[in-house]
Nanobody
Framework: VLLVESGGGLVQPGGSLRLSCATS????????MSWYQQAPGKERELVAA????????YYADSVKGRFTISRDNHKNTAFLQMDSLKPEDTAVYYC????????WGQGTQVTVSS
C-alpha cells in the first residue's frame, strides 16, 4: 500500500490549494479515503472523508464550506480542494486509508501566511 500526497505549499490568506493523494497497492474504489491535518505541537485531526463511491462526504466543522474532498476511482487518486485558506489551516496534511490498520502518506506541508 502506497499513498503519496502532493500539492502543498505557501499561500496567502484567502488563497487556494488542491492536494492530491495518489495511491497504489490496493483496490482504491473499494475503500473510503480521508484527509487529516497535523499542526505543530498538535495531534493529527480528521479534516474530511469520502466514501468509496464518493456519494458520502464528511467535513470537520473548522473546514466546512471551504474544503471539498473528492476522488477519481479511475486514477486511484483522492483530492482535497482547499479554498478561503486561513493561517490556522497551516499544517502537514496526510491522506489515510484503513485496510485492517491505518495507512498514511508522507504528508504535504501547507503554510498559510502573508
Amino acid at each position: 500500500v502506497l499513498l503519496v500526497e502532493s500539492g502543498g505549499g505557501l499561500v496567502q490568506p484567502g488563497g487556494s490549494l488542491r492536494l492530491s493523494c495518489a495511491t497504489s497497492g490496493f483496490t482504491f474504489s473499494n475503500y473510503a479515503m480521508s484527509w487529516y491535518q497535523q499542526a505543530p505541537g498538535k495531534e493529527r485531526e480528521l479534516v474530511a472523508a469520502i466514501s468509496s463511491t464518493g456519494a458520502i462526504t464528511y467535513y470537520a466543522d473548522s473546514v466546512k464550506g471551504r474544503f471539498t474532498i473528492s476522488r477519481d476511482n479511475h486514477k486511484n487518486t483522492a483530492f482535497l480542494q482547499m479554498d478561503s485558506l486561513k493561517p490556522e489551516d497551516t499544517a502537514v496534511y496526510y491522506c489515510n486509508v484503513v485496510l485492517g490498520r491505518n495507512y498514511w502518506g508522507q504528508g504535504t506541508q501547507v503554510t498559510v501566511s502573508s
